[in-house]
């Protein structure tokens, strides 16, 4: 089975530092949020190109990205290691490559929508997700949810099922990112693919794909022959991709589902905020009831999670004190 592979690696150089599993696994979700916010930005940089377009170049560099990143990181090892474990059984590999579809969805979602004014409904859909992670994580994994916990996922179902009867339909874009996105980590997670080694592969099967549409498709070779300044941009484009991609599938590996899924909220807050404030995208003010229940919740689910913490860091502290 997949999940049953495991690479004994050198100690990484955080393990150096003192940091434990959790705090690298904090560090590599709050800057991979970071990253793809970023990221939200470069349909609009790089118009008059299609967001479609930027997606399928996106593919193409960021596997380049990905090349590099292994041979820096000396992952290599770990890849081929991980797919002579498969060997040849065809039930291994579709099993392997079964999120990938959800991935290709997700990204060209990611640069399509800014640009055709969906960029509030990508945010929104954002902000469900670490909801539903921390829902699939109680029903898959077992994890106990507190009825704090409980209570944020009730008033995000409140949003959603207000913004339902005020418009009689909810955006097909919100509904799939919060709806398909939390099964690509959870199918991962349960196979145990090394972060960097999944990625690879989903990249292998999709920018191959993004190459021919680019070629035979698509008009943005004659836009680059005429523009050659977004030559810079598919560069920078693969390398934040790829980097923003690893820490993220890093962070869902290194921490609890739960706490995954609450450190999630900080994209979408930053995805709102560029959707409103550069992209100039408006909102119905109907919708801030909806979006309000949604944010509610998303604010319990943190205040917990900073409860937890604090008592944690209390309770080191005190037996460090015991121990002296």
């Known amino acids: 089975m997949i999940q049953n592979f495991r690479y004994n690696s050198a100690p990484p150089f955080s393990e150096t530092l003192g940091m434990t599993r959790t705090q690298k696994g904090l560090a590599a979700a709050i800057c991979s949020n970071l990253l793809f916010a970023a990221l939200f930005l470069y349909s609009s940089w790089m118009q008059p190109m299609s967001g479609t377009d930027v997606f399928m170049w996106r593919m193409v560099a960021m596997l380049f990205g990905l090349l590099a990143l292994l041979s820096l990181t000396r992952s290599w090892r770990q890849t081929t290691a991980f797919a002579q474990s498969l060997g040849k059984s065809p039930k291994r590999w579709l099993w392997l ?3 990938t579809p959800i991935l290709a969805s997700q990204l ?3 640069m399509w929508a800014p640009v055709n004014g969906e960029g509030i409904n990508v945010a929104m859909g954002y902000f469900l997700f670490p909801l539903m992670m921390v829902l699939l994580g109680s029903v898959w994994f077992k ?3 507190a009825p704090l916990q409980w209570l944020a996922v009730a008033l995000a179902c409140a949003g ?6 005020r418009n009689g339909t909810f955006s097909w874009v919100t509904v799939w990112v ?6 690509y980590y959870l199918m991962r997670r349960a196979q145990g693919v090394p972060a960097l080694t999944g990625l690879f592969f989903d990249l292998l099967l999709i920018a191959p794909l993004a190459l021919l549409y680019l070629l035979w498709q698509a008009d943005s070779l004659a836009l680059i022959a005429r523009q050659p300044w977004l030559i810079g941009f598919i560069v920078l484009l693969g390398l934040n991709s790829a980097l923003a991609m ?3 599938l890093q962070a869902s590996q290194m921490l609890p589902f739960s706490l ?3 450190l999630s909220y900080l994209e979408p807050i930053l995805l709102f905020a560029l959707s409103l404030i550069l992209l100039n995208e408006q909102t119905p003010q109907g919708a801030f009831i909806s979006y309000g229940l949604i944010w ?4 319990l689910m943190a205040g917990h999670g900073m409860r937890r913490g604090g008592k944690r860091l209390f309770n080191f502290k005190q037996n460090s004190l015991n121990n002296q």
């Open 260 to 262: 995954f899924g609450m």
């Open 296 to 299: 509610l919740g998303l604010a």
């Open 108 to 110: 060209w979602l990611f």
């Open 246 to 248: 690893q820490l993220n």
């Open 97 to 99: 490559l079964l999120p």
């Open 143 to 145: 994890e106990r949810l």
């Open 160 to 165: 959603v099922a207000h913004e339902l009867w």
């Open 178 to 183: 919060f709806g398909s996105y939390p099964l």
